[in-house]
């Protein structure tokens, strides 16, 4: 699941008017719908299932078949209404025999059940339940550095062309791994796009489930990806879009940023050069070529498929990553109500909210409104509070894709199991497509859980009307 924000200085709250899209056309064709208006209001319940934590754990229960069918038979009697199912992990690996990566055995001495196909089981038995499921894929990250496993480390050749380049501190170009962090791979690669696709084709054609999920289908962070073969690709862009001559003689990476930072473990720029803008929109436009490619092949293959995302909530940073999940009708650039000054003119043509079915952002906030924080009461769109994000959401995208707003049940601070109802009664009432409940293990774990007690009762209070 992608990352979870340090909860930052307060920034880019404006109190604004909301601008909507009066259309309810989304253009997209897809599964879910083309397009929600903001009075619909879906009420699904997805609860995510990462693959590591549920079946590879010690405090797990998805190694074993019995304990699947009795904790899915919690979640249908809670109100869930779908799963999302983690396929591909953050090693590279798949939950099932793939023609293109290796398949998970065992992780810290837990196995699956033997001679079990996990994906094929799972969406069989959810489907007796009559739950959706959406298989969801870790997709530009290949290689797990906490075990030193993964396709990166099993690949001495595919290492050295695809592994991320990003900056240190100093700014020196390293390989991502030597900085503790998982093996991210250049998204730019054609290469590491066909073996994604590859990927997301496979699991559509070989299973039946009711949608695909991409998550980390983004750059590292913004000091990836610095590799000379994204400079080459970087002037290409320069030149043929800008008619930029000069572009070949640039300082790299210096006249895109000139110095870094560490923040709170982050590298982040200290000072910019001067085409950091445009990196920016290059970034983010080869993120969008890959979704029309990602969708059109899911497409292809299920055409009532739904093809989604998740991101995380908070859009005033996304651009670090290299991501625009808003509409393209959204300009960040010509919005005189938020000022995004990283913005550049055309960044709104990057937006991919129109290549979605599912929207799936993670509110992972314990501060509900914002009137609960007098920081944030006289504001309309706040990225760090659930409903201001919300807000925010709607704004950023108009409405054109259903939008499941998610909640984070074991990694924060909540004060009580009451504030967790409390926050999914809200997300439901006020988002198109519903809830995220992330991740299930805390749910049932309650050592894995800030509260350290099992959650049940608190999704279904949350559920009820």
């Known amino acids: 699941m992608s990352l979870i924000p340090a909860i930052a200085a307060l920034s880019l709250l404006f109190a604004v008017s909301c601008k909507k899209s009066g259309s309810s056309d989304g253009g997209n064709g897809g599964g879910e719908g083309t397009g929600n208006a903001d009075t619909v209001r879906a009420r699904n319940v997805l609860v995510w299932i990462d693959c590591r934590s549920n079946v590879y754990s010690s405090s797990g229960r998805f190694n074993d078949t019995s304990q699947i ?42 196995s699956f059940t033997p001679n079990v196909d996990y994906v094929a089981f799972m969406v069989e038995e959810a489907h007796k339940r009559n739950f959706k499921v959406y298989a969801s894929t870790v ?6 550095a906490s075990r030193g496993m993964g396709t990166l480390y099993d690949n001495p050749t595919f290492k050295s062309n695809y592994e991320s380049i990003v900056c240190d501190v100093n700014g020196n170009r390293v390989p991502i791994t030597s900085t503790g962090r ?28 009711d949608g695909l999920i991409l998550d980390y289908a983004r750059y ?43 923040s709170s473990g982050t590298i982040l720029p200290n000072t910019t050069g001067k085409y950091w803008q445009k990196w920016l929109l ?17 497409k292809a293959i299920k055409p009532n498929a739904s093809f989604g995302v998740y991101v995380g909530a908070w859009y005033g940073t996304y651009y670090q990553v290299g991501v625009n999940w808003a509409s393209q009708d959204y300009d960040p650039f010509a919005d005189q109500s938020i000022r995004f000054d990283w913005a550049y003119p055309g960044y709104n043509e990057t937006g991919y909210t129109e290549q979605l079915d599912i929207l799936m952002t993670g509110n992972y906030y314990t501060q509900i409104m914002l009137s609960e924080n007098s920081a944030t009461a006289n504001l309309k769109y706040h990225w760090w509070s659930i409903e201001g994000s919300i807000n925010g959401i709607k ?13 984070d049940m074991g990694n924060l601070s909540w004060s009580s199991k009451a504030e967790i109802t409390r926050a999914i009664k809200y ?39």
């Open 69 to 110: 069918r009795k904790t899915l038979d919690t979640l249908k009697n809670v109100g869930v209404t779908g799963l999302v199912l983690d396929v591909k992990g953050s090693a590279g690996y798949t939950m099932y025999p793939s023609a293109y990566t290796t398949q998970y055995s065992s992780i810290g001495g837990i």
């Open 139 to 144: 997709t530009f990250v290949e290689g797990d």
């Open 182 to 209: 998982n093996g991210f791979v250049n998204p730019a690669q054609p290469a590491v796009q066909e073996r994604a696709l590859n990927i997301v084709k496979e699991i559509v054609t070989k299973y039946n489930v």
């Open 220 to 262: 590292a962070d913004a000091y990836a990806d610095f590799s000379d073969f994204s400079k080459t690709k970087f002037i290409e862009f320069l030149k043929n879009k800008y008619n930029d001559n000069t572009a070949s003689s640039m300082n790299f990476p210096g006249d895109i940023v000139s110095s870094w930072k560490n």
């Open 282 to 298: 290059y970034r983010s436009g080869v993120i969008y070529d890959f979704f029309k490619k990602a969708r059109g092949a899911v």
């Open 395 to 407: 704004y950023i995208t108009k409405n054109k894709v259903p939008h499941y707003g998610s909640i």
């Open 427 to 465: 997300i439901m009432a006020n988002t198109s497509g519903g809830v995220m409940l992330f991740d299930l293990i805390h749910v049932y774990a309650p050592n894995t859980n800030l509260l350290k007690q099992p959650l049940w009762d608190a999704i279904a209070d949350g559920i009820k009307k």
